[in-house]
């Protein structure tokens, strides 16, 4: 039975943090048109991360005030869509921030590896997360989620981001991104972290490197995501 809990979660939290973007060309859907789709279509960019088009295709859904996943996927042909305008949206989309650099002699972890090591601790030591495998499946893409308590406002959540990954067609780990404890993005995962430990900060024309995982703690860390996985419930 197909479990739409999680996914409307993950989607919820991400639309809180998106930014307001201008109102670009106006689309109508044709046969076999989809939100996903469209966003890679509109980014242009052959190279571009799951995580970028999932981020881009929320942009669109927000723009249109489609706001749950039966929204998105209730779509039909000769639908009109607006597009964000494309200046606006990967302004949005790009970093806004730029850490300064430490020399080398004093250098302290930076937030991305620090950031790295709090998700390394929640996936070993916390009891309450959850993992849910995106739609559509050949994404191969997961989320992995922890129950979260903010004492000043109050705000209680069971389905609160950890880290997304990606696997591989061989189920190993390929990649995965996660949020940084100074929140350096307006709204979204902060950081992306490759099979090899590089952490690297997305930014408008290309990637930042932020820093670097010890290789046995990437290796340890990616055992442990291979393995949950295997638990994973659909999201939708």
């Known amino acids: ?9 993950y989607i919820s939290y991400m639309m809180q943090k998106l930014p307001d973007v201008k109102q670009g060309k106006e689309h109508k859907l044709q046969k076999g048109d989809s939100l996903w789709g469209l966003a890679k279509k509109e980014l242009n960019n052959p190279k571009a991360s799951n995580q970028e088009i999932s981020e881009y295709m929320l942009l669109i ?27 606006s949206a990967k302004s949005a989309l790009s970093s806004r921030t730029k850490p300064a650099k430490t ?23 916390d009891k309450t997360i959850q993992v849910a495998k995106a739609y559509p499946r050949e994404l191969n893409l997961f989320h992995v989620y922890q129950y979260y308590h903010d004492k000043e406002s109050g705000y ?22 996660f949020e940084g404890k100074k929140d350096v993005n307006s709204y979204g995962y902060d950081y992306n972290i490759d099979k090899n430990g590089a952490i690297t900060q997305r930014n408008k024309f290309r990637d930042n490197a932020r820093g670097r995982v010890d290789a046995a703690d990437m290796n340890e860390v990616k055992s442990r995501l291979e393995e949950l996985s295997k638990q994973a419930v659909l999201s939708y």
């Open 1 to 9: 039975m197909v479990d739409k809990v999680k996914e409307q979660a």
């Open 61 to 87: 859904a927000k723009l249109n005030n489609l706001d749950t996943i039966d929204e998105m996927n209730s779509l039909k042909i000769n639908d009109k869509i607006n597009l964000p305008e494309q200046a």
């Open 103 to 125: 020399p080398a002699a004093k250098r302290q972890p930076t937030d991305a590896e620090e950031s790295f090591a709090d998700v390394k601790d929640a996936l070993f030591n």
């Open 156 to 177: 209680t959540t069971n389905r609160h981001p950890v880290v997304s990954f990606r696997l591989d067609k061989n189920g190993k780990f390929e990649d995965a991104s």
